[in-house]
């Protein structure tokens, strides 16, 4: 409560001399006005464009509204950087911030400005683990998916470097961000550039004309620069690179939860289920997304003889997808393992067959094969991966198979992974990214991909390929 008295009270200290300067900045106006008016008198044939500015009295209102900006703008960035919430911001959200400044500063009134930080500093930690995750999702975009957020011991930059040994596309910037998490995390403060690992870079740059291999270290990274233009960062402090990916899962969202060596499984499908069953509703956009992507068709396209299509939603949740197959007029089989969810898809209409159980633990003779498969399986630990292969089993041949999946699968280098995409590269299947905070409305910040693949036309008697 003290705090938060001081800083009030600092603020409307603030505040008074706002208001001093913009009063000073109209008796100016006016004085350089009366100035001009009186060099007007004594010599009426001078050029008052030469006088003083002449936009300055061809609108008052709007030159003074220019001084409040300006005004303004400095004290937001001084409370900024005073009560150190600037060094929680990744450099694109000082970016953004200082361009709101430029362009449109709020009047930096007591209110004003005690309402803000107080909200500022209430969101600090989301904002440190915002900028932990944007700073981590420029170098690779393994970091951002919903299993592979895994952040190792070691980050490579790509064309970090141009041959003269200039910087390129902010590599420095992100290098900055890393070495800022690290340094606060630690409970320290953010040292300036030179004092920092770019400055030691900067320093082994200007030792030759071009590029040249290098390496340097401080406590916490060891830096190595290449004639190609890359530089690989070695993180020092284990201790610390757990705490980020701890930061991390918490950022993307609660079905991270999974361990952060994902990367070291081995082939065995994941045992027991996801947190909360994995899931995550399929948003409205997401759900035509993977109509079309199936060539799912609508009574309002249809024409002639147009089929209706045998669907199976697996893991359905509350049956997004499935229900808009039905809607469409489609054979739709739906499987939820949560029965209160499966009670829903009964109680909605409109779907052929509601199953409640495993779907891993369902067997194509239990349901015949299908035409489309269309799913958003639980992500974590790799389980996407486990369910789509499962799922293939139940495609009839010439079928289509699209799937939602954690953009790790493009990524992961565990065993597992690879052979699944090496399987989906048989079958000619092919992985999209789906846009940046696709699942926001459904809880999580996880970015995923979509895969779509046929399954192989066979011969009638001969069942679809097992994966």
């Not at 009047?107 to 932990?132: E, H, S, V, W, Y």
């Amino acid at each position: 409560m003290g705090q938060d008295l001081a800083i009030r009270s600092t603020i409307e200290a603030i505040e008074g001399h706002r208001a001093q300067a913009l009063a000073l900045f109209e008796r100016s106006y006016d004085l350089e006005q009366e100035a001009c008016d009186a060099v007007a008198m004594a010599a009426p044939s001078a050029n008052r464009l030469q006088l003083s500015d002449g936009r300055r009295y061809k609108d008052r209102d709007k030159w003074l509204e220019e001084r409040r900006r300006e005004v303004d703008s400095a004290i937001w960035n001084h409370l900024i950087h005073a009560t150190r919430l600037e060094r929680l911001m990744d450099r694109t959200a000082r970016e953004v911030f200082r361009r709101q400044l430029a362009e449109d500063p709020p009047p930096a009134t007591a209110d004003n400005c005690a309402a803000t930080l107080q909200q500022l500093m209430g969101d600090a930690d989301m904002i440190f683990k915002r900028g932990i995750a944007t700073a981590f999702a420029q170098l690779d975009r393994r970091f951002r998916s919903h299993d592979g957020f895994k952040v190792g011991s070691r980050v490579v930059l790509s064309y970090a470097l141009s041959t003269y040994g200039a910087w390129g596309s902010g590599k420095d910037e992100t290098i900055r961000d890393i070495e800022r998490t690290f340094h606060t995390l630690d409970g320290k403060l953010h040292p300036e550039r030179s004092g920092g690992i770019c400055g030691l870079i900067d320093a082994a740059k200007r030792r030759s004309l071009a590029l040249q291999a290098f390496e340097v270290e401080d406590d916490y990274f060891r830096v190595r620069g290449f004639k190609n233009g890359n530089v690989h960062l070695w993180m020092k402090r284990g201790d610390l690179v757990a705490r980020v990916n701890q930061l991390l899962a918490a950022h993307y969202g609660a079905a991270l939860g999974a361990a952060p060596d994902v990367a070291d499984r081995r082939h065995a499908p994941m045992g027991g289920l996801a947190k909360n069953f994995g899931f995550f509703p399929t948003p409205p956009a997401l759900v035509s997304r993977v109509l079309e992507a199936g060539h799912v068709g609508t009574r309002a396209t249809w024409s002639g003889d147009y089929p209706r299509l045998s669907i199976l939603e697996p893991s359905a949740g509350l049956g997004a997808i499935a229900l808009a197959g039905a809607k469409a007029g489609h054979r739709v089989t739906a499987v939820e393992i949560q029965a209160p969810h499966a009670t829903h898809l009964r109680e909605a209409g409109g779907l052929q067959r509601v199953i409640c159980g495993d779907f891993l633990e369902l067997s194509p003779d239990q349901t015949g094969l299908f035409d489309r498969v269309l799913m958003n399986p639980p992500f974590d630990g790799g389980r996407d991966v486990d369910h789509v292969t499962h799922a293939l089993r139940f495609l009839a041949p010439g079928g289509r198979l699209v799937a939602i999946m954690g953009a790790g699968v493009e990524f992961r280098e565990d065993r597992k992974t690879t052979d699944f995409r090496a399987m989906v590269e048989r079958f000619g299947g092919a992985f999209q990214d789906l846009p940046a905070g696709a699942f926001a409305e459904s809880g999580t910040n996880v970015n995923t991909a979509l895969l779509t693949l046929r399954a192989p036309a066979h011969p009638a008697g001969q069942s679809a390929p097992t994966p």
